[in-house]
């Protein structure tokens, strides 16, 4: 399978399987809610590294401000060294990374979108 098509059916699939933390921030930034600027959901970055081509799927992604935002569960515990390494490519293409956790996105939405608006 074409590593289009791949990437492509990868999106679609966690567009529909958001979880409840992402679904709530969702609901508060689609169509144009936070400051008038359009967000992404599940939006694949493009990079190389050693020759090959690769990607990173961000949680959200807005391309006006170059801002990208990731909403951690526990997995991310585990793998902070990776989030670490995913960071330091993103913002070498140009794009700041924001990141939450899932309680603090359910626990205090309004104080995220806050902190969200001051890079918008």
Not at 75 to 94: P, S, V, W
Request: aromatic share 10%; charged share 30%.
């Amino acid at each position: 399978m074409p590593r289009s098509i791949l990437l492509k059916e990868t999106t679609i699939l966690l567009r529909k399987r958001l979880t409840p933390s992402e679904q709530l921030f969702w609901n508060a930034i689609r169509n144009r809610q936070l400051k008038g600027r359009k967000f992404l959901r599940q939006f694949a970055i493009p990079f190389e590294i050693d020759g090959q081509k690769r990607f990173f799927i961000a949680d959200f992604y807005c391309a006006e401000q170059k801002l990208v935002i990731e909403i951690d569960g526990a997995i991310h515990e585990t793998q902070k060294e990776y989030d670490t390494f995913r960071t330091e490519i993103i913002n070498k293409l140009g794009i700041n990374v924001i990141r939450f956790r899932n309680e603090v996105i359910e626990q205090n939405l309004p104080e995220v979108l806050e902190k969200v608006e001051k890079y918008l």
